[in-house]
């Protein structure tokens, strides 16, 4: 993946391989999770989703510029956006990052993720309170709350991988850890959750907060833009680099039942808006738009 270590060599071969397949099946869009493969002489309209960026990460987590050795990263990924006829993000704060940190972007549009609602709800709430992720990133922050974890009267389970790409572990003892969890069994242990706890640093959507919503649990969040945007009034927000403002706020809502259960319930009506079907039907109308630009632009063939 591009924000690992020296991908270069191996973004250019599976490059390779996508314009072979493209010239197989000539698709009518090209839609890029990979910002590199934007730049790529594709013979079909590209829509390329910026889910997040290691400079806008680095900004976030680190609390200054990446460094230098991100130079080639940063002008691939310049390249990239530059190449797409469409630049998708899965909120406007996240659109703003990428044209702060990469320059003017083509036509653009925030689509929120989605989920299948159906596969998580609430049920009668236990005094307990959850994260899940992958628990290494920095960004999500959740080694502060495994700081707070023995000042709280309820026990903490966090979900997730702990262990990095490269090797270093999380270290989260203050926590009980489930480890990495099918989403049934995740379901399960939201619907019982009485609190979802991510003080995230940076997190550009953040599909678990969208599961622990659809699961009527109360939403503790870091107070960032992309989370103020799509969680609003429906959670409650604490400086994600305060781990004595995040015990507190964890504290008062197990001693305030009647406002744990209201957020539950507005996380849980807000959810609904992140229909995994509402999510395609968005991509869908990007697709066609775009196709039929395209086809606007394509040189007419005279009969000779």
């Known amino acids: 993946l591009e924000w690992m270590?020296?991908?270069?060599?191996?973004?250019?071969?599976?490059?390779?391989?996508?314009?072979?397949?493209?010239e197989r099946v000539r698709p009518d869009c090209v839609h890029l999770n990979e910002?590199?493969?934007?730049?790529?002489?594709?013979?079909?309209?590209?829509?390329?989703?910026?889910?997040?960026?290691?400079?806008?990460?680095?900004?976030?987590?680190?609390?200054?510029?990446?460094?230098?050795?991100?130079?080639?990263?940063?002008?691939?990924?310049?390249?990239?956006?530059?190449?797409?006829?469409?630049?998708?993000?899965?909120?406007?704060?996240?659109?703003?990052m990428l044209s702060r940190l990469y320059g003017p972007l083509p036509s653009s549009r925030a689509i929120p993720n989605g989920v299948e609602l159906r596969a998580f709800r609430?049920?009668?709430?236990?005094?307990?309170?959850?994260?899940?992720?992958?628990?290494?990133?920095?960004?999500?922050?959740?080694?502060?709350?495994?700081?707070?974890?023995?000042?709280?009267?309820?026990?903490?389970?966090?979900?997730?991988q702990s262990e990095a790409p490269h090797g270093t572990q999380a270290s989260l003892s203050g926590c009980e850890l489930l480890g990495p969890l099918p989403r049934p069994q995740l379901a399960e242990v939201l619907a019982r959750a009485s609190i979802y706890a991510l003080p995230a640093r940076y997190e550009p959507f953040g599909l678990s907060i969208l599961e622990a919503a659809a699961s009527g649990c109360a939403l503790v969040l870091g107070r960032v833009p992309s989370l103020q945007e799509h969680w609003s009034d429906a959670a409650l927000f604490v400086d994600p680099n305060d781990a004595e403002a995040l015990q507190r706020g964890l504290s008062e809502l197990i001693a305030d039942p009647e406002r744990r259960c209201a957020l539950g319930r507005q996380a849980h009506a807000r959810a609904q808006s992140f229909g995994v079907q509402r999510m395609a039907a968005a991509y869908e109308r990007e697709y066609q738009e775009l196709r039929a630009d395209w086809t606007k632009q394509e040189p007419v063939q005279c009969a000779s």
């Open 5 to 22: 270590e020296d991908p270069w060599d191996d973004v250019a071969k599976s490059g390779e391989q996508l314009l072979r397949l493209a």
């Open 35 to 96: 910002f590199a493969h934007g730049a790529l002489p594709w013979a079909a309209p590209v829509l390329m989703v910026g889910h997040s960026c290691v400079l806008s990460w680095w900004r976030a987590v680190k609390g200054e510029p990446a460094p230098e050795r991100y130079a080639e990263y940063r002008e691939r990924v310049r390249r990239g956006l530059s190449g797409a006829q469409r630049v998708i993000a899965p909120s406007r704060a996240m659109l703003r």
């Open 122 to 160: 609430p049920e009668e709430k236990s005094p307990l309170i959850v994260s899940a992720g992958r628990l290494w990133d920095e960004a999500k922050n959740v080694s502060m709350l495994a700081a707070v974890a023995p000042q709280l009267s309820w026990p903490v389970y966090v979900a997730g």
